[in-house]
Nanobody, 123 residues
């Protein structure tokens, strides 16, 4: 059982930056693909970014490409989401998720989820 804990959310003005962290309890976390997803009020959860087990490949949704960067430090069992040039439409609860093997964009493929961290971007 992998436990994931997100942190780093908060309130920021439009144009600002935040870095989210996802900490995993699993010692073999380096073998898991990890994705970030978000859910805005009244909307379905959507894919944001994912990173392969070794950090060798990353993928982003069109809405965040060029502004967000996903990275990981397997020695620390951590995955990060650096969010720059934030917009009010980025306001959502952000979740990290993990699965063995390749990461992807489909939330149904992920086995483990964190509790989420709130990001609010004011205009």
């Amino acid at each position: 059982q992998v436990q994931l804990v997100e942190s780093g959310g908060g309130l920021v003005q439009a144009g600002g930056s935040l870095r989210l962290s996802c900490t995993a309890s699993e010692r073999t976390f380096g073998s898991y693909g990890v994705g970030w997803f978000r859910q805005a009020p009244g909307k379905e959860r959507e894919f944001v970014a994912h990173i392969r087990w070794n950090g060798g490949a990353t993928f982003y949704s069109d809405s965040v490409k060029g502004r967000f960067t996903i990275s990981r430090d397997n020695a620390k069992n951590m995955v990060y989401l650096q969010m720059n040039s934030l917009k009010p439409e980025d306001t959502a609860v952000y979740y990290c998720a993990a699965k063995r093997g390749y990461s992807g964009t489909d939330e149904n493929d992920y086995t483990y989820w964190g509790q989420g961290t709130q990001v609010t971007v004011s205009s």
